[in-house]
């Protein structure tokens, strides 16, 4: 029987500040800058039985100058907060080992934001939320079988589930009802209609992880998780689908013009893709440099490929259980 147990904590922050005669003569803007991450790893063992727990959270907020127009014309500078990073997400994995390699269990993934979101920095009311805590939110659930590669030099995880399930909650009417990209929030999260809070698809799915440090102070790690799902139960039980992104866009708008008569056209699914990348450097014990890297897709929210990439600098502190 045996825990181990890590926690890392990082808190990045820049301040840019200029009088008004620096920014009347060189320009300039006053800016504030701050970046907290959270990474928490916990596996329990007993005889054959495991199951880790993952935690991720970050959260960061920028304040920055906006300038904003009245209504008899004249222009006004307001410092304004807004975030630019927002998501948690926890996984759990159960698992019994059948050899020495193989196992076989679960994976249950469940991932959201804290705050409220807006459409930009000077749109930042009721009518401009386009996200808040569990609106989206994302649930995974899979069961199957899993290949740990035995050398320590390639710690490589792989995850294979032919039965899963993947749901989506938009639990906001708010955010349901709200436009933005030209479209309502109920169809940027591919829900069917403004009423429905959620939407459920079966199918299969494959998760890949890595975790390896190198150097013998551990200065370099790097984390990276490669997950995708193809919903092709919920394909097989779909009416009217459409391949074609440009078909399924006119038969919408002639089901909206005929007033919903009929079945719905639906867009088949795609496979949803998840590639998060960490890579940690550590100057000194509570200073480090983190730079991370997301790609994302999922057709029902863009039909273009998403990615984020973050590079900080600043103190972390890190705690293991040896």
């Known amino acids: 029987e045996r825990n181990y147990l890590e926690i890392k904590a990082d808190l990045q922050g820049s301040l840019t500040s200029y009088n008004d005669s620096w920014i009347a003569v060189s320009g300039g803007d006053n800016s504030i800058a701050l970046t907290a991450t959270l990474f928490l790893k916990h596996t329990f063992t007993k005889n054959l039985f495991t199951v880790e727990t993952i935690f991720n959270a970050k959260m960061g907020y920028n304040r920055m100058r906006v300038e904003t127009t009245n ?59 386009k996200s808040t805590f569990m609106s989206p939110g994302y649930l995974d659930i899979s069961g199957g079988f899993t290949y740990t590669c035995p050398l320590e030099r390639f710690p490589i995880k792989i995850n294979l ?91 919408l708008q002639a089901w909206d013009d005929a007033q919903g008569i009929g079945d719905k056209p639906m867009l088949q699914i795609h496979p949803t893709v998840r590639w998060e990348n960490t890579i940690d450097i550590k100057a000194t014990k509570y200073l480090s440099t983190t730079f991370n890297f997301q790609l994302y897709y999922n057709r029902a929210q863009n039909y273009d490929i998403q990615t984020q990439l973050l590079l900080s600098v600043g103190l972390t502190y890190t705690f293991k259980n040896k």
């Open 71 to 129: 209504d008899d014309g004249s222009t006004d500078s307001n410092g304004v907060w807004f975030k630019n990073q927002d998501e948690f997400d926890i996984s759990v994995s159960p698992a019994f080992k059948m050899s020495k390699n193989w196992s076989y269990g679960s994976i249950f993934k469940f991932r959201s934001q804290f705050a409220n979101g807006y459409v930009s920095r000077s749109q930042q009311t009721a009518d401009d939320r």
């Open 161 to 251: 589930s032919p039965i899963a399930l993947s749901a989506v909650f938009v639990e906001s009417a708010k955010v349901r009802s709200n436009r933005w990209d030209d479209k309502p929030g109920w169809q940027a999260y591919g829900l069917s209609n403004a009423n429905k809070t959620s939407k459920y698809e079966g199918g299969s799915s494959i998760q890949i992880d890595f975790d390896r440090t190198f150097g013998k102070k551990g200065i370099f790690r790097y984390r990276t998780t490669l997950f995708s799902f193809m919903g092709w139960m919920s394909n097989l039980n779909m009416k009217n689908r459409y391949t074609s992104v440009s078909a399924y866009e006119k038969a």
